[in-house]
């Protein structure tokens, strides 16, 4: 039982969730006489030694390697050329509970993005973080050590001054903040934001932001750059607290509910009923009681269909009927 690979990889997982990275490294060792091949454990092997000796990583612009629209290829290309925080950003929302060597890796790449949440320097990573993850207390604190130097460009200084600001109101009105200016009379929205932003005026800073002027821009560090302020205004123009871990938590679930929709739709829209039944079940848990009675007639209904229609010409030799075998994902009689 102890040779078991599948023994061997919930221990090093169990190890790896521990922070005991010796231990695992240990196991891997083990496991490489036990299989034939050392396949992604090379990668679990780099990832470890990463976290033992962390280095601050290059923001993502800096990388050079190929990027595949195919998912599975740009995650390991993403991992061959160690960009951990790409790596981990495109598996972030997968479900990999029945695949250890899949769930090993994204644990130490959660573990290795973490730590550079909080650790790094570099802005580009705390903004690409910021926007992906939602807005914390922390983040406020790394923003406002990163940003301690004498020079700042455009962007660095605005940030810094909507934080300063927000520190100012202390639960005041924002109005007083406000001002009634009449220089943006015949300026193109560009020049009001930078005006907007130059005295202070972040009512209409967010009010120009808002028309999303900034996404014809062909530069796309740009764009992100107008929608970190985006987010650090409408932060600071609320009059709720930062969000706790909690609500980014639950935030997160609803995000994943709708992808789960999403790819749930595309198989009913491929008629693939079969498939979409089994994959429903799987995440049966992200739907309400009024989601489950519509999916599961419309399956019902879809399979009914198909079988039907399968029926009718299943003798014949034809692409309608490999058309009907795919769908109904069976194999012929």
């Known amino acids: 039982m102890k040779n078991n690979p599948y023994y061997i990889k919930s221990n090093i ?55 595949y629209e195919n998912f599975y290829k740009h ?22 509970s029945n695949d250890f060597d899949k769930k090993i890796i994204k644990t130490l790449l959660e573990q290795i993005h973490d730590l550079n949440r909080y650790n790094s320097f570099n802005i580009n990573i705390i903004v ?37 600001t927000k520190e100012l109101l202390n639960g005041n009105s924002v109005e007083d903040f406000s001002y009634s200016l009449d220089i943006y009379q015949n300026q193109k929205p560009n020049q009001i934001f930078e005006l ?10 967010l009010q120009i932001l808002e028309t999303k002027f900034y996404q014809n821009y062909l530069d796309k560090k740009e764009i992100k750059k107008y929608e970190f302020i985006k987010c ?23 995000n994943k509910k709708m ?9 009913v829209n491929s008629e693939l009923f079969v498939r979409a039944m089994r994959y429903y079940k799987e995440q049966k848990r992200f739907f309400n009681e009024e989601d489950n009675l519509f999916y599961e007639t419309m399956f019902k209904y879809g399979i009914s269909c198909l079988k039907y229609e ?11 009927v490999k ?4 769908k109904l994902e069976i194999g012929k009689k």
């Not at 090379?42 to 601050?56: M, S």
């Not at 650090?232 to 609803?254: G, R, T, V």
């Not at 058309?323 to 795919?326: D, E, F, M, P």
């Open 13 to 67: 997982l169990n190890y790896i969730n521990k922070r005991k990275y010796s231990s695992a490294k240990n196991l891997i060792n083990l496991l490489y006489l036990n299989e034939r091949k050392k396949g992604v454990y090379v990668y679990v092997k780099d990832l470890i030694n990463y976290l033992e000796e962390p280095y601050d990583l290059s923001s993502k612009e800096k990388y050079n390697y190929q990027t």
């Open 75 to 96: 995650f390991y290309e993403a991992l061959k050329n160690k960009d951990y925080l790409e790596a981990y950003l495109t598996i972030k929302d997968e479900d990999y």
């Open 128 to 164: 690409n973080n910021i926007l992906e993850n939602g807005l914390t207390s922390e983040d406020i604190l790394i923003l406002k050590k990163v940003l301690a130097k004498s020079e700042l460009d455009n962007f660095e200084y605005y940030i810094l001054e909507i934080i300063n």
């Open 196 to 205: 907007a932003m130059q005295y202070g005026d972040y009512l209409k800073a």
């Open 232 to 254: 650090l205004l409408n932060n600071l123009l609320s009059n709720e607290e930062l969000k706790s871990k909690e609500e980014i938590k639950k935030e997160k679930f609803l």
């Open 259 to 267: 992808k789960k929709l999403n790819n749930l739709d595309k198989y």
């Open 310 to 320: 399968y029926e009718i010409v299943k003798d014949d030799n034809s692409d309608e």
């Open 323 to 326: 058309r009907l075998i795919k």
